[in-house]
């Protein structure tokens, strides 16, 4: 097995030409022809993460978040990205990123999320050509008053704490979402007739709402987690003898604390 082949399962479901712009999906530590023994799916690519990969014996690691996102000045074990790269480059482990690669598809983030609240009708909120695109928008089985409706996105998503801003009056019906930092997507949900929006890293004016139209932050890390055993499902379905595994401490890589 090499890097390649394990990319190739990973791109039949999320295309590396569908990222946006800014990003850096993709393959960003070494090559596509290196032999590959075990891989390993996790969350955000950590010194921990490559630590754990390599006790379980894999020489890849899949994630969602890229580890270099912006550019590089120094590498240095003082800094935690710097720490991550020199650990797998020192550990022969390959590092690829599915980001928003991931996040454009349906079957990915934001169509998880529509799924977890048993949503119906779900299509992509802002469709791009080819049918891909961000944040996902469907129904309810049966409208929800909205303390119903925040009671059910906290039990499906694990949540102690919700952040929302003020309640719409009268039933939920429709609702739009988008896995992470999705405050650019508000103006297409409500376009798109929700009366409800989930997303993450939303900002103290934004809940200023207009009547009829609320939003709900769940956070970051708990709206995308879930693209982690979809990421393995994807590479095990194309290998099913092959040895991958997710991040054994997943649960506890979330690096926001609630206290």
Same mark, same amino acid.
């Given at each position: ?67 270099? !996102? &912006? ?10 990205? $710097?720490?991550?790269?020199?650990? @797998?480059?020192? %550990? =022969? ?63 499906? !998503? &694990? ?10 009056? $009268?039933?939920?019906?429709?609702? @739009?979402?988008? %896995? =992470? ?43 995308e987690v879930e693209i982690t055993g979809i990421l ?14 997710i991040d054994p401490d997943l649960a506890n890589s ?6």
């Amino acid at each position: 097995m090499r890097v390649s082949d394990v990319i190739s399962a990973i791109e039949a479901f999320a295309p590396l030409s569908i990222q946006e712009s800014w990003d850096n999906s993709g393959l960003l530590i070494g090559s596509p022809s290196d032999e590959v023994r075990g891989v390993m799916v996790g969350f955000d690519c950590t010194p921990g993460l490559i630590e754990r990969a390599l006790a379980a014996g894999c020489d890849m690691v899949v994630t969602h978040h890229p580890l270099i !996102f &912006g550019g590089l000045k120094s590498i240095s074990p003082e800094d935690p990205v $710097g720490d991550a790269v020199i650990r @797998a480059v020192r %550990g =022969g482990v390959a590092v690829y990123a599915a980001h928003t690669t991931a996040d454009k598809v349906i079957a990915g983030v934001s169509g998880a999320m529509a799924r977890r609240l048993g949503l119906q009708d779900v299509r992509i909120l802002e469709e791009e050509p080819g049918g891909n695109g961000l944040g996902t928008v469907g129904d309810f089985p049966e409208p929800l008053e909205a303390d119903a409706a925040l009671a059910l996105v906290k039990e499906r !998503f &694990g949540l102690r704490i919700l952040r929302v801003s003020k309640p719409v009056a $009268g039933k939920i019906s429709r609702v @739009a979402m988008c %896995g =992470g930092s999705g405050a650019s997507l508000i103006g297409a949900a409500r376009r798109a007739g929700a009366q409800l929006y989930i997303s993450a890293d939303i900002s103290y004016h934004h809940f200023f709402t207009e009547e009829g139209f609320m939003i709900a932050d769940i956070g970051h890390f708990e709206s995308e987690v879930e693209i982690t055993g979809i990421l393995f499902s994807e590479i095990q379905k194309k290998f099913p003898n092959f040895a991958v595994c997710i991040d054994p401490d997943l649960a506890n890589s979330n690096p926001i604390n609630y206290i």
